[in-house]
């Protein structure tokens, strides 16, 4: 049974770069899977924020693509984020993703990390 | 990018009542690719339907959803005191992906 795990700071001041970390359980990282990034601002509702293979093909949200960066690290078994430029519009709780396969039929969220809140503060 | 507009935005219902959540798309959903989540809170959504219509593993058959056109319907026959809680659609058919506003499902 796949586990995801989000880590990172829970605090970053505006105009900084947010950064998050999913580590990969129960399955690899090299799998037929995207792995994916959705937020949820605080009473809100979600927003995907896009998705990494692991050959490095990525998919961005256009609303993020200027500011946004997913790579994946093989040897970790993890996939990174990273926000740069961020406001306090970007607070919210970042989630990490597994996709249910590589084909288009399969891009709904099957499994989920625990979430963690990010806040844009100074 | 496809809007879904989700309706009712709050549903009141009792245990064993029947519920049905509608999520409209602004344009057509390629192949039917809609999935329905359940989200409590503190914690991560839930899949409950893919394919518009395919329970995910694990889902109780009072759980389904269809669709006809661009509308989608996620029905819970007989609610359960579990079931109350926020329920999102999300479209996978072409990117960005997208969500819905979601409907809070509450106990009257």
């Known amino acids: 049974q796949v586990q995801l795990q989000e880590s990172g700071p829970g605090l970053v001041k505006p105009s900084g770069t947010l950064s998050l970390t999913c580590a990969v359980s129960?399955?690899?990282?090299?799998?037929?899977?995207?792995w994916n990034w959705v937020r949820q601002p605080p009473g809100k509702g979600l927003e995907w924020i896009g998705k990494?293979?692991?050959?490095?093909?990525?998919n961005y949200n256009p609303s993020l693509k200027s500011r946004l960066t997913i790579s994946v690290d093989k040897s970790k078994n993890q996939f990174s984020l990273k926000l740069s430029s961020v406001t306090a519009a970007d607070t919210a709780v970042y989630y990490c993703?597994?996709?249910?396969?590589?084909?288009?039929?399969?891009?709904?969220?099957?499994?989920w990390g625990q979430g963690t809140l990010v806040t844009v503060s100074s | 990018e496809i809007v879904l507009t989700q309706s009712p935005g709050t549903l009141s219902l009792s245990p064993g009542e029947r519920a049905t959540l509608s999520c409209r798309a602004s344009?057509?959903?390629?192949?039917?690719?809609l999935a329905w989540y359940q989200q409590k809170p503190g914690q991560a959504p839930r899949l409950l339907i893919y394919?518009?219509?395919s329970r995910a593993t694990g889902i109780p058959d009072r759980f389904s959803g269809s669709e006809s056109g661009t509308d989608f319907t996620l029905t819970i026959s007989r609610l359960e005191p579990e079931d109350f809680a926020v329920y999102y659609c999300?479209?996978?058919?072409?990117?960005?992906?997208?969500f819905g506003q979601g409907t809070k499902l509450e106990i009257k």
């Open positions: 993703a597994r996709v249910g396969g590589y084909s288009s039929a399969y891009q709904y969220f099957d499994s």
């Open positions: 129960g399955d690899s990282i090299s799998s037929v899977n995207w």
């Open positions: 990494i293979f692991h050959s490095g093909s990525t």
């Open positions: 344009q057509s959903v390629t192949s039917s690719y």
């Open positions: 394919g518009a219509s």
């Open positions: 999300q479209q996978y058919g072409s990117s960005p992906y997208t």
